[in-house]
């Protein structure tokens, strides 16, 4: 039983050796492939490892990037999940919010944040605030989402409970629907923060002077693949951090309780 | 509590009462203000959206424009839909597959697929098989995870006692494991079409001559904010139907999932 | 062990045995078991706890592999599981996408009988369930009485050697369990074949079984052995079946 998992173990690190070499056969080895389409996998990581001290070609280092990034991705999450969470809550509790608010929201959630961008540049400007206002829309979408159906899974039974305590309609919210959403409010913080990553990735390429996103854009007109992978996979470790950095406060906070 | 239980009919009024609002709120917002300088009155867009069915924008109407974002849509789409369940089912089905792939799928899935379009457009160039490969990208990855999830978890006891009743592997695949999946396939195709729209939109806007994102981009550059409005317009009416036509496709092939008590 | 003379054996059984590898190490959850059971009779497991039963019938079934020992099921040897030995799950294990007829004749499609002959013979076991006009239902909708007997019809209509049934009314209401023992004694009457039927309800043991194997708990192995000879259709409140009861039920807990 254990030797056939070994065995499935060593076929995943062999999968990923053959994909590596197969890359730079094709770039290093055999040069099927012109370098200014596809680099080679050695390239890229030197790139890569360079782009952290150079700023060349197009003007800062791929630290200052990475923080122009965050600094962005993060503003749009944190107002989104404040507006979100929140809104998402009274919409699924109060019937009369949710009877207003739904039909507009339903009209929003199909636009894709991206298509927002000229109105914001034209509202906010060029700058830090109108891309985290396009992070901000993707970001409270999801908390919303998320955070209404988990208050709309409350268990009748346990309100049941709560109102023959003499619980107000306050109360049976704070006391008894939140902490049972909290799940699935957790999740849409997952779910917003994925979201608000390629939405931060989407803004930068369109309308950005600083950003992992304007770098790879930039590297596309100067013909440097290499540059523009290593922005790719700097983007990938960055939003897996950052999911991987949730996940464990996620895990922390629940510990003591049981859900 | 619980909003669910609001009629209909309550439903309607709180709809048409809330969109009038908002409406008439960015009306008299953009009517004769300082935003109403740099934004388009809800009258002038629905105007011009109305309009453009027959005068174009660009070098087609807006109906042209949907159709070129569409037909992209539906090529990257299939092929993903089409690759994504073949895959997801073997991968759920058989570890060695499982085994090879996965490692792959992981290094690929945190880079948003939207992080691919500069590549994609070296590549590819400015013309369709750009558009195509991402949207095939972006829906692919999303697919193959829902499917997989489903073939990996077809109940145990349901292939035991198909192989008690006769069925060789071939059949079981056929009539038990594929069957059992279909509810995981359909919520992939789901999450899928909504972000194939999204992912066309933005491929459109970074590059594009035609194509509903191009819309926007093209009016950002021309600085010409009711035909931006006009393109979010159509773009959300589009979204918004897709999800639709999705949910009921949906409802009907799942009709056996459906409980009747 | 007892055989009925003159009757062959159907089951048996030699020194079968399971054991379960995982990190906290090995678990035996089948002690080398063995068991004869002779040709269209009713044996029935009876234990309490939720450790071996199923196992046992499992590896008798072939649904699962064998750590030791051999089992024969009509003169050839059990490797994995097939149409000669048909299962009854208490799960029901019911492919919810097909509807009713669709899961009774699915054995049969799996052969490649032709569609006629196909359907005729799955009618033939819903009517002997008792669920004829529900063939075109999807089992969504059926109660779980109702589930248990397509349960039932679909493993019959493979005509097995053998029926192996897995506390099959584990889940039902008391009422409709009830309904259940009689309606299989009854269905049973009509269809013999050779049953090994687990339950953890002595009411049940000893209303249905010809034979009553009292297993013991994890792991599992043969404790006592009982012949039930009382007539059929059997009484649950008959002197002879109390006295029976009270017997076996001493058995497994000695402190009543």
Known sequence: MQKKQKSLLWLSVLSVLVFLFVWWLVTDGLHLAAPQSLPSPVKVLKTFVQKFYTKAPEGATMLEHIGSSLQVALSGYMIGVVVGVPLGILMAWYENVDVFVRPLFDLLRPIPGIAWIPIMIVLFGIGLLSKAMVIFLSAMIACVVNSYSGIRQTKTVHLWVGQTFGASNFQLLIKIALPTAVPLILTGLRVALAGSWTALVAAELVASTKGLGFMIQQSRGIFRPDIIIAGMIAIGLTGAALTGLLSFLEKALMKGEKW | MGAQNASKAKRVVGAVLSITCFLLLWQWGTSGTKLGLLMPTPIQVAERFLRSFVDPIGKHSILGHVMFSLSRVIIGYSAAAFCGIALGILMGRYRVVEAIFMPLYEMIRPIPPIAWIPLAILWFGLGEMTKWFLIFLSTFNTITLNVYSGAKSVDPVLLGASKMLGANPLQTMYTIVMPYTVPFIFAGLHTAISVSWATVVAAEMVRSTEGVGWIIINAMEINNMVQVLTGIVAIGMVGYLLAIIMRKVEDVMCRWNKGGK | ?256
């Open chain 3, 1 to 256: 062990m007892q055989v009925e003379q003159g009757r062959q054996v159907m089951i048996d059984c030699k020194g079968l045995s399971k054991t379960f590898y995982s990190e906290q190490g090995e678990f035996k959850v089948v002690d080398s078991i063995d068991l004869k059971v002779s040709e269209n009779e009713f044996l029935v497991l009876f234990g309490p706890g939720q450790c071996g039963k199923t196992t046992l019938i499992n590896l008798i079934a072939g649904l699962e592999e064998r750590s030791g020992g051999v089992v024969t099921v009509g003169g050839s040897i059990v490797k994995e599981a097939g149409p000669d030995r048909g299962v009854v799950y208490q799960s029901t294990a019911l492919f919810m996408w097909m509807t009713v007829i669709g899961n009774v004749e699915y054995g049969l499609k799996m052969k490649g009988v032709p569609k006629k002959e196909r359907r005729e013979r799955a009618m033939y076991y819903i009517k002997l369930v008792g669920l004829e006009g529900f063939e075109n239902a999807y089992p969504v909708k059926l109660s779980g009485g109702m589930k248990q007997r397509v349960g039932i019809a679909r493993a019959y209509c493979i005509e097995p050697k053998v029926m192996l049934m897995d506390e099959p009314f584990g889940a039902l209401d008391a009422q409709t369990r009830y309904l259940m023992q009689k309606e299989l004694e009854q269905i049973w009457q009509r269809e013999r074949r050779t049953v090994i039927f687990v339950t953890n309800n002595i009411e049940e043991a000893v209303y249905l079984a010809d034979r009553i194997l009292v297993l013991k708990n994890c792991p599992t192995g043969i404790k006592a052995e009982f012949e039930i000879k009382l007539p059929r259709p059997r009484n649950y409140v008959d002197r002879e079946f109390l006295r029976l009861r009270k017997e076996i039920t001493q058995i497994i807990d000695p402190t009543l």
